[in-house]
């Protein structure tokens, strides 16, 4: 019998983890084996296990995702790296890939995707989300393409919380919605806001919608009636 690939699971919502746990343990030919809800844990944790596949989400309360792979692909040159993210921005998937992930999936589809992502990631393949795949294909040939938010020095002052939040303010989520998004306080959402109004010198809401539009962080159709 051919030994069960080893998981570890890296995000910050605990009841993120279960479910993907609960999806992961149908199949019995993978093993969740440890998880984390930073990128400092989940380092150790792939240091320490040597798994065979880590699930990470791009944004940590510590620090990206993205810079987290290439911390997991150096210290653990075998495990292969399967983003599962609420991003779905192409700038996001393409610098995942560009680092060294195998795989993206957004976290909307990983009820129906996260197991054939999986099976083809630890066949050695690349594996994108059908809803993003096309749009990242033209970006990677060349395609004209806005700039991303990376080479912004104000975005770069941005704890990843923070820039998460950006992304949700400027989609026209209220305090509430983004603190029931990301399992936090409305006043822990209130304090990021302010907290980045004051770090980008933003007055309002649609100051911030222009500046992720701006930065290609989100589609300025969105707002469009």
Request: net charge negative.
């Amino acid at each position: 019998m051919n030994q069960k690939k080893r998981i570890v699971i890296i995000d910050d919502h605990p009841l993120f983890r279960e479910g993907l746990k609960s999806i992961i343990a149908k199949e019995t030919r993978y093993e969740v084996v440890g998880e984390a809800g930073t990128g400092r844990q989940g380092l150790q944790k792939t240091k320490e296990l040597k798994p065979d596949l880590a699930l990470v989400d791009v944004s940590l309360p510590d620090q990206s995702g993205i810079e987290l792979i290439r911390e997991i692909l150096e210290s653990s040159p075998q495990t292969l790296v399967l983003i599962v993210s609420m991003h779905s921005k192409i700038d996001y998937i393409v610098k995942a890939f560009q680092t060294g992930a195998m795989g993206y999936i957004v976290k909307e589809s990983a009820a129906d995707m996260l197991l054939k992502g999986m099976d083809q990631v630890i066949q050695g393949n690349y594996f994108m989300d059908t809803s993003v795949s096309h749009q990242v294909v033209k970006k990677l040939v060349g395609m004209p393409a806005r700039e991303t938010a990376a080479d912004d020095v104000g975005y770069d002052t941005l704890t990843p919380r923070e820039q998460e939040v950006v992304i949700l303010l400027a989609e026209g989520l209220t305090i509430k919605q983004i603190a029931d998004r990301l399992y936090i306080s409305p006043k822990t959402a209130e304090n990021h806001r302010s907290n980045i109004m004051h770090k980008l010198g933003l007055h309002s809401t649609i100051e911030v919608v222009r500046y992720a539009a701006k930065l290609g962080l989100i589609d300025i159709d969105l707002w469009k009636d």
